[in-house]
């Protein structure tokens, strides 16, 4: 009888540093750049034990990868795909040490060595377009962590379950990718994290951010880097003081914020579906002075762009960690845990955007998150692409995965957190509408409001 055998080889490190790899997404994370990253932080083994650091590190970010399991089990998944070459065969405790011998250092350096925006990322009228904003996440509950991480205050029904982080990301906007992320207790608030991402803004680059990032002295630091800004600001009694000092032809106006020069844009948003309609203000102030070259209606529409960012946490918090608790039981190892996860998102959103770019025209949006993660993991299993071959591939198995399967262009939404269907199986209270509808968007530029000495 014929028989079949499927056989292939395996190209990893040798030795000991075999089960070091991360797959195809080794060539993003290099063993050379993990190496370099070891030596600049002092972490490199002074012997080489069963867990060298370089595969502790690669095991860190695999554990980002299957973040429904201990690393136990995820040291299973690097393992699998060896074809039969000699591994340890560490236990639970052993695997613990050497996360706490490695320690945050060369994670954070690795982050660093791997942030900013990938090419591709959306620009409006030249300038790269990036978003701000911050996220909350949940530590373990452990003495430890409640040290350094307290519980989110709340209403009637008390503190958070669990010690929270604040995570406040920079993201190019289109590619998603991060350029550049900073995080903290949740005691501390955004506008007093914020300063710490400026570093990374520059000339060329436009900043949107919503109505929490409205504060004049964080407004002065931004334009200080040269970089744009456009930020949405509270309006009604809430209003920062605008004065109008000059009027523009498009019903926009300059003022002064944080005792720089801005224009105050006051749009009108109506949205109409086949039920009705409904109607919201929306202001804004931008360092983009020129009318002419920066029309008001389409600084207006450029402004959804934010959601960006909102899209990038969800792929963070829900698509990898599955709205789990970070695991860590340590300060410490919290740091060494949110570096890893964000080195593991951004080389996934680097992949998603090298295969983008070689198929000219294709839209970074259309590319599914979840197809990519899904065949990072694969690879990790097959321990498949680990090096690269003699020809550069810049799609890869996970690139070709991503081009197979693109999805439509996004639809226009109004209400992106009311889904189909709900988690509970109980009826929530009261008559909740859940059917999809086409809506329409039309915004509307309002004149600059009347001054004492202005004429009706």
Request: charged share 20%.
């Amino acid at each position: 009888m014929d028989q079949s055998v499927i056989s292939r080889a395996v190209s990893v490190a040798g030795g000991r540093f075999a089960p070091g790899h991360l797959g195809e997404l080794t060539q993003q994370v290099p063993f050379e750049m993990v190496d370099a990253v070891l030596e600049e932080t002092c972490r490199t083994q002074r012997r080489v034990r069963a867990l060298p650091s370089r595969v502790v590190v690669y095991l860190l970010l695999a554990g980002c990868l299957f973040a429904e399991l201990g690393y136990t089990q995820v040291w299973h998944r690097v393992a699998a795909g060896l074809g039969g070459l000699p591994a340890a065969v560490p236990t639970a405790s052993a695997m613990t040490q050497a996360r706490r011998r490695l320690g945050p250092a060369p994670l954070r350096e690795l982050f660093f060595l791997l942030r900013g925006p990938a090419p591709g990322g959306a620009r409006w009228r030249g300038l790269l377009v990036c978003a701000i904003d911050g996220t909350i996440m949940a530590v373990a509950d452990s003495e430890a962590n409640l040290a350094v991480y307290s519980r989110q205050r709340g209403g009637k029904n008390g503190p958070s379950g669990y010690p929270m982080l604040r995570l406040l990301v920079l993201v190019s906007c289109g590619t998603r990718t991060v350029i550049d992320a900073v995080f903290s207790p949740v005691s501390k608030g955004e506008t007093t994290c914020a300063p710490a991402l400026l570093a990374s803004l520059h000339a060329g680059m436009i900043l949107l951010a919503d109505r929490n990032f409205g504060a004049g002295l964080l407004a002065a630091q931004i334009a200080g880097t040269r970089a744009d800004f456009l930020i949405r600001v509270r309006s009604g009694n809430c209003s920062p003081k605008l004065p109008v000092l000059s009027r523009c032809g498009d019903g926009s106006w300059l003022s002064r914020f944080g005792g720089i020069p801005v224009r105050v844009i006051d749009a009108e948003i109506t949205v109409t579906t086949s039920t009705g309609h409904a109607t919201s203000g929306c202001r804004l102030i931008t360092t983009l002075l020129d009318p002419a070259r920066y029309p008001a209606p389409e600084i207006a529409a450029l402004y959804r762009e934010r959601w960006e960012v909102e899209s990038a946490y969800f792929e963070l918090k829900s698509t990898i960690l599955g709205g789990r608790v970070l695991r860590a039981r340590t300060p410490g190892g919290i740091d060494q845990e949110v570096y890893a996860l964000l080195v593991t998102y951004q080389v996934l959103r680097t992949a998603i955007a090298d295969a983008a770019g070689t198929v000219p025209g294709t839209d970074p949006d259309r590319a599914s998150f979840t197809v990519a993660l899904n065949a990072a993991r694969d690879q990790v299993i097959l321990a498949a692409g680990v090096l690269a071959g003699p020809t550069a591939d810049l799609t890869g198995t996970i690139g070709r995965l991503v081009l197979a399967s693109l999805m439509p262009g996004r639809r226009l939404r109004i209400s992106p957190r009311v889904v189909k269907r709900a988690m509970s199986r109980y009826n929530a209270r009261g008559k909740v509408d859940r059917a999809t509808r086409k809506p329409t968007i039309a915004i509307t530029i309002l004149d600059a409001p009347l001054t004492p000495g202005d004429e009706p």
